[in-house]
């Protein structure tokens, strides 16, 4: 059974960075295309980053860019999220996504989930 865990949230200060790992079992990861995805509090689940199974990177959302960085190891069966400069407004729950097809935010497109790992950022 197809299986994806989000790893590394936490809670850290404005300014700070933390690495999100996605790890994947029980599927071909190196033939998924992983995407990243944040549901804020009392709002709606968004796009932050997609990545190919040949690490092909669509834009960022505008609110990362420059910021954020995805990334994959297909050795380790693992999705990386880099979050440097953390803000405020970037706590929400974290999830990774993986799909068959490349289709960057649009969530229906994407296979599986993971359950997500809670970043909060706050002074």
């Known amino acids: 059974q197809a299986q994806l865990v989000e790893s590394g949230g936490g809670l850290v200060q404005p300014g700070d960075s933390l690495r999100l790992s996605c790890t994947a079992s029980g599927l071909q990861f190196r033939s998924y295309a992983v995407g990243w995805f944040r549901q804020p509090p009392g709002k709606e689940r968004e796009f932050v980053a997609a990545i190919s199974w040949s690490s092909d990177v669509l834009p960022y959302t505008d609110s990362v860019k420059g910021r954020f960085t995805i990334s994959r190891e297909n050795g380790k069966n693992t999705a990386y999220l880099q979050m440097n400069s953390l803000k405020p407004e970037d706590t929400a729950v974290y999830y990774c996504?993986?799909?068959?097809?490349?289709?960057?935010?649009?969530?229906?497109?994407?296979?599986?989930w993971g359950r997500g790992t809670q970043v909060t950022v706050s002074s």
């Open positions: 996504a993986a799909g068959e097809q490349y289709v960057g935010s649009y969530q229906p497109g994407y296979d599986y």
